[in-house]
Structure formats: C-alpha cells, structure tokens
C-alpha cells in the first residue's frame, strides 16, 4: 500500500513544486552483479513502477535507476518504512505507516549558492505534505493523511543502502545537497476492496541482478 499512498502524494508535490524536474513514487533496491570476480556490485534505488514489455525489462531496468545527475534540477522520490495494520472501523481496517521522503539538490541549476536554499525546500514541501488529505473512492483506501512529520538528520547515511559509482557519489558534496524527511500515514482499508484480482500473468525476465 506504500507504493499506492507514495503516488498519491507525489501527485499533490507535482501540484504545488516547480523547481523539482524528476519526482518519483516509492522506490525499490536494484542490485547489479558483475560478470567475474573483479566486478563491483552496486546496489541504487530504481522506481516501482517500471512497466516495461517482458522481452526487454532487463536491457531497460538501468533506465529507471534513480539517482543524482548533474544535468537535474532537483530529484524526490520515497523509501517504504513498512506499514501495519492498528485497528478498525465499522468500514474498514485501519493502518499506519512509514516513509521517507528523500531530496537531493542540484544548486547550480537552481541559481543558488547558499545551503539555506534545501531549508526553503524543506519548507515549501511540508506546507504540501500537511495539507494532504485524500478519499479517493476509485482507490482502494481512504482517509489518508500525514499525520507526522520530522525533518532527518543531513548526512551521507541517507544514501548508505546504495553503492553508488565514483561518479555518482561527488553529487552528494557542495554544490549539491540533499535532505530527507520522515513521514508517519494513517489510511483505511474498506472490508472486500482487495481481492484476487491484482494478480496477473507472470514475468520470468524481471531479476535483481541486472
């Protein structure tokens, strides 16, 4: 349900931010593994939502890899925290759960040089984040809200689940930055929305190794 909340607010964040040119839902862990003993595995985050044609998911999986690149403005995606159900209703099962909102900056192409500029990010996000309160009754939860919000420690340990390449990993020094925040959602699950539905053909070539 993650993924499904995820998009719902990154839909609200497209709404509202004009300065962030990549804006994903959740993301996932891609491992690639090389082909001799001398390789590096890397691991980096690639979007949920890959929907690529079965024949060619594994050539274009690198395509969806989410990560800093200089010609960016700004990228925002979400990490799952986990979610767990705490109680009902007469219309439903009740959940909470745990995410991560990460942001990193392109400062050049944003025309700053100063770090207060993630600051006003911070801001301008959770002004969105505390005005997000969906029912949607095509989807199969309501009354989702944001019902907490921290602003994380900066540090590199924010992108420590990842093996970036050297490449990669001077993105994350001045004249970049980043952030992340953490959120805490309440959302309710109706009895008999779900059933087997969700449930199709099977895709023999997705792999994470890559």
């Given at each position: 349900?993650?993924?499904?909340?995820?998009?719902?607010?990154?839909?609200?964040?497209?709404?509202?931010?004009?300065?962030?040119?990549?804006?994903?839902?959740?993301?996932?862990?891609?491992?690639?593994?090389?082909?001799?003993?001398?390789?590096?595995?890397?691991?980096?985050?690639?979007?949920?939502?890959?929907?690529?044609?079965?024949?060619?998911?594994?050539?274009?999986?690198?395509?969806?890899?989410?990560?800093?690149?200089?010609?960016?403005?700004?990228?925002?995606?979400?990490?799952?925290?986990?979610?767990?159900?705490?109680?009902?209703?007469?219309?439903?099962?009740?959940?909470?759960?745990?995410?991560?909102?990460?942001?990193?900056?392109?400062?050049?192409?944003?025309?700053?040089t100063s770090?207060?500029?993630?600051?006003?990010?911070?801001?301008?996000?959770?002004?969105?984040?505390?005005?997000?309160?969906?029912?949607?009754?095509?989807?199969?939860?309501?009354?989702?809200?944001?019902?907490?919000?921290?602003?994380?420690?900066?540090?590199?340990?924010?992108?420590?689940?990842?093996?970036?390449?050297?490449?990669?990993?001077?993105?994350?020094?001045?004249?970049?930055?980043?952030?992340?925040?953490?959120?805490?959602?309440t959302f309710?699950?109706?009895?008999?929305?779900?059933?087997?539905?969700?449930?199709?053909?099977?895709?023999?070539?997705?792999?994470?190794?890559?």
């Open positions: 349900m993650n993924t499904l909340i995820a998009n719902q607010i990154r839909e609200k964040i497209l709404t509202k931010i004009t300065w962030a040119d990549r804006v994903v839902g959740m993301v996932k862990t891609m491992n690639t593994t090389g082909g001799d003993e001398t390789a590096v595995n890397r691991s980096f985050p690639v979007s949920c939502d890959i929907n690529v044609d079965q024949r060619e998911c594994l050539a274009k999986s690198k395509q969806y890899a989410v990560v800093p690149d200089s010609a960016l403005k700004a990228l925002i995606y979400f990490e799952d925290g986990g979610a767990s159900p705490v109680g009902r209703s007469p219309r439903g099962t009740i959940f909470e759960s745990s995410m991560t909102l990460v942001c990193w900056m392109n400062l050049q192409n944003l025309g700053q770090c207060t500029a993630s600051a006003f990010a911070q801001v301008q996000l959770i002004d969105v984040l505390n005005n997000i309160n969906i029912s949607d009754p095509a989807l199969p939860i309501n009354n989702l809200k944001i019902t907490e919000i921290s602003v994380n420690v900066k540090d590199a340990r924010i992108f420590s689940k990842y093996t970036y390449n050297e490449k990669q990993v001077q993105y994350l020094h001045y004249p970049y930055d980043y952030f992340s925040i953490g959120l805490k959602v309710e699950v109706p009895f008999g929305c779900i059933d087997n539905s969700w449930v199709e053909t099977p895709i023999a070539c997705l792999s994470t190794n890559v």
